[in-house]
């Protein structure tokens, strides 16, 4: 390609709201450009890396025998009405009216429309299991669109949906498929870790991984054993005490001299863990912090150590609820008889949820429910009732790993992937069965596998930049050499210049030849900006045949005769582009 021909609108400065690196530089190298908040174009380049994206997921899904269709993206209303969840997602969903004012869906994922067609098209085991995919638009209407193609309206998703006999075909289909994402990521040079992810509080599901590319800009939290593969979402990790001697373990707490009541102590506007812990002189552990929440609507009490942070996915699960969030003031007031801050588990008349490592505790200070008290000497089963108890915590960084006693360690991370094991959640409400070996009607077991396209752009940006633009991997690079004349108006070196463009194209090289009239500082910054692999400089030592030859990974520049330069493109394009299977 020509760059003089190319819509190629380079910035020297990204505007003001892009604050991800990926945002900025995908601006600035002329990828996106916003049509409205979290909806962009992409130009030839940005289309171009998505593209080859795309093929890297397709060329690994093709080998695992899925199939590639492509479905709307109206889908109507009904649909989801019948599986349930119209009422569940709100302003997220987009819908819209046609000219018979028939309410539809533009959709954020495919599960009712493949399942309906899954019903009315199979019925005999001998079909199944079957996996089907597509890569289509999804529409989410995101509350905060930001950070560019990491959280956007409209985006490019991969969607896969199997449907299986039974859950140990599934289980057998979700690994095929968790392998072909390791595959899929490691090709597109990404550096990523597959955690243990929260399945949701609706039952009828099982395991599911996410696939998180290590990224500061990253909105999730992956906590990882330094000693073995555990791996997780913070949503879902959890830890387990140091191992310590038997003396304080739980048999000594029954041993030791018994808790006194509780006495209530006249706290003045001491509120905080802080101020309490200086207050009563002791650490954040024993204090016992009681949060009201409200779960689809009805409040519960959640009671937790002061040195822990509630965990609302764990809390939703256990609740099995649709929706929690923080009960606000005035709530609280009137659920406790008083402000935040003081509030505690004994003698509230709402479901208390006590965490785990809260209902240990021996005796502890607590909210008195009134207006500056607190209580001390609380012992939890005596004084509050343990009737339920739960993992309902965060983990903390440098915790012992739940299996092997190693480290606990944060990471933060971008979601670029999602395999789900449904079960019979779409399913059984849309009725997809079929008819066994021995003729009995059973409902049909099912995954889904998802990859953001979209976002893998981002994701490989922020593992893949440096201080003057992008440095795209080879594997997924819009184009693979950059060509440079210095000056158009030099014929040695524009002669030169076109050859070796055409010899390469010819070659099946993907080359961009930088043939505008433009100051040779111009052609470098915007070189470095696009990050194309491979930069080709033809300048004075043309006339000697001599051209000059660098990767933009390195700051090593070579002096090459042609012929050298070439047979150096061709080593690369060989080790880059061939599917190499992952040893
Ligand atoms: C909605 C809206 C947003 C959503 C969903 C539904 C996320 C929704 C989860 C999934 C599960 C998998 C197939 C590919 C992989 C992910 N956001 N999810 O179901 F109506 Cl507005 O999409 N689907």
Redesign the pocket.
Known sequence: MHQSKLLLPTMREAPSDAIAISHQYMLRAGLIRPVASGIYTYLALGRRVLHKVAAIVREELDKTEAQEILMPAMQPAEL?EQSG?YS???P???RLRDRHHREF?LG????EVITSLIRDEVSSYRKLPLLVYQIQT????ERRPRYGLIRAREFM?????SFNTDWESLDRTYWQMYEAYERIFTRCGLTFRAVEADAGAIGGEGDTHEFMALADIGEDTVVTCTECHYSANLEKASSRPPKVAASTDASSREMAAPVPKPEKIHTPEIRTIRQLTDFFGIKPDQLLKTLIYSADGQPVAVVIRGDHEVNEAKLKNALQANHVELADEETTRSITGAPVGFAGPVGLNVPLWVDQEAASVRSGIAGANEQDYHLHNVHPGRDFSLDRVGDLRNVKEGECCPYCYGELKFYRGIEVG???KLGTKYSEPLEASYLDKAGQQQTMVMG????GLSRVLSAVIEQNHDGDGIVWPFSIAPYQVHLIPVSVQDPVQCKLAEELYQRLSAAGVEVLIDDREERPGVKFKDSDLIGIPVRIVIGKQASEGLIEFKERKSTVQQVLTIEEALSRIQELVKANTSDREII
Do not use: Q, S
């Open positions: 989801w969840r569940v997602y709100g997220e969903l987009m869906a954020p994922t495919h599960e999804k529409f989410r209407d998703m991969k969607d896969a949906y999602h395999v789900f889904c596998y998802g990859i």
